[in-house]
């Protein structure tokens, strides 16, 4: 009986590395849980590029938007455990457990894989806004309660987190206003149908170089050397609201360790891969490779730091 066992272990051991050898054997899709036009979508065309090249299979990307990426998330975390499946993540996959009970799937049901990008969030205002800096935005509404609308991704999306942060750190009043996505708030922001958004740089920096937009304030410790001329919020005034925007990949729960680690190690080569730093760059953003360990306690820390947030700002997705 011992002798079956051991020759059962080692048959399994083999089928295990001889899978995870030649995985990938077929295109792997890429589940981007926001709408094409905003940052998600765009880190995730990038990785996509380079993971295919990294893989040598085609990583094809597939927009599933909706409930501030909470479809997305459920429909990669129902998915075969195989390794062609998998999620663009960001700091949403922490945050969503926090705002509903709801959840058409189980936290658990998904694995971080690795993190590769990291941009800034920055405060943008139409250019009918009257406010021309942070101090005269918070002032104008004090006194024109309900004149300012504020856009963002989605109920409970980074953007409306951002957002509540920033009215609870100043007693600022925004109407929240939730698109299915980053893409379709910018274009009203442009037209002034909003007049403001908290979103990740590369979401307005197009438009701000066009001098469509105007940027009051950056969410970092420093400037962000794309826009060396905005101020912090911290120069501007507000104190302790440093929100820096990752992202990342994740797989379903039970995917194999081995393809896991080959997934974690191709993503991260690319980002070391100077092309793909430049293409980070163009759209403002910068390289943050982490491994999955990593990734999980990063998720664990933004998971402790936005509860508090949301429990203030009252915000529920039930």
Do not use: C
């Amino acid at each position: 009986m011992l002798k079956s066992i051991a020759v059962f272990l080692s048959a399994t051991a083999l089928s295990m590395s001889a899978s995870a050898e030649t995985y990938p054997s077929k295109p792997i899709m890429l589940v981007v849980p926001f709408a094409a036009g905003g940052t998600v979508n765009l880190m995730g065309r990038i990785v996509a590029e380079h993971m295919g090249e990294q893989l040598k299979q085609p990583v094809v990307v597939d927009n599933k938007a909706g409930a501030g990426g909470a479809i997305g998330a459920g429909i990669v975390a129902k998915a075969a455990p195989d390794g062609y499946t998998l999620l663009l993540g960001s700091m949403g996959q922490a945050v969503q457990p926090l705002l509903t009970k709801r959840l058409s799937y189980d936290p658990k049901q998904l694995i971080p894989i690795a993190t590769f990008a990291t941009v800034s969030n920055v405060l943008a205002v139409s250019n009918n806004t009257p406010a021309k800096n942070v101090s005269e935005l918070v002032s104008y509404s004090k006194a024109n309660p309900g004149k300012l609308n504020m856009a963002s991704a989605g109920m409970g999306s980074i953007n409306q987190l951002i957002g509540e942060l920033f009215m609870s750190r100043t007693g600022a009043e925004f109407v929240h206003v939730p698109y299915k996505g980053a893409g379709p708030a910018g274009v009203d922001l442009l037209s002034g149908q909003v007049q403001l958004i908290f979103a990740n740089l590369p979401n307005v920096l197009p438009y701000a170089k066009a001098g469509k937009v105007r940027l009051l304030a950056v969410a970092s410790e420093k400037r962000d050397p794309a826009i060396p001329n905005v101020p912090t919020f911290a120069e501007a005034g507000v104190k302790d609201a440093v929100v820096e925007s990752w992202y990342g990949l994740m797989a379903p729960a039970g995917t194999k360790p081995e393809i896991v680690k080959k997934l974690q190690d191709a993503l991260l080569v690319a980002s070391r891969d100077k092309r793909f730093v430049t293409q980070l760059a163009e759209q403002g953003a910068r390289p943050y490779p982490g491994s999955s360990a990593d990734m999980t306690r990063l998720m664990e820390k933004e998971s402790k730091r936005w509860a508090e947030v949301v429990e203030h700002g009252k915000i529920s997705l039930d």
